[in-house]
Nanobody, 123 residues
Framework: VQLQASGGGLVQAGGSLRLSCAAS????????VGWFRQAPGKEREFVAT????????DYADSVKGRFTISRDNAKNTAYLQMNSLKPEDTAVYYC?????????????????WGQGTQVTVSS
């Protein structure tokens, strides 16, 4: 599975962005997808996860109520809708696909990673 993240950019605080994660390969639809982010000087952190079917999702407390993860298995694509963005959301955002179908918060559960897309939120 190869993943390509896109949709990042520069936005003012309070604005919105939608990230996309396009996947190649036949097994994407059976894998959990996660979004993670890494700010300069910080460790990579969990943002959101969605099960293979889309029936289960979960979020980091810092983004709960503002971000929404979704997927379209017919298009081999996952999304992260980000609303009410804050300067502290500034980071490189990575999508990842895991070996199992259930949601996971642990980077170790994810076998495939996209290249990352920069999100910058100005105050």
């Amino acid at each position: 599975v190869q993943l390509q993240a896109s949709g990042g950019g520069l936005v003012q605080a309070g604005g919105s962005l939608r990230l996309s994660c396009a996947a190649s390969g036949r097994t994407f639809g059976s894998r959990v997808v996660g979004w993670f982010r890494q700010a300069p000087g910080k460790e990579r952190e969990f943002v959101a996860t969605i099960s293979w079917s889309g029936s289960s999702t979960d979020y980091a407390d810092s983004v709960k109520g503002r971000f929404t993860i979704s997927r379209d298995n017919a298009k081999n694509t996952a999304y992260l809708q980000m609303n009410s963005l804050k300067p502290e959301d500034t980071a490189v955002y990575y999508c990842a696909a895991g070996r199992y179908g259930i949601i996971s918060y642990d980077t170790g559960s994810y076998d495939y990673w996209g290249q990352g897309t920069q999100v910058t939120v100005s105050s």
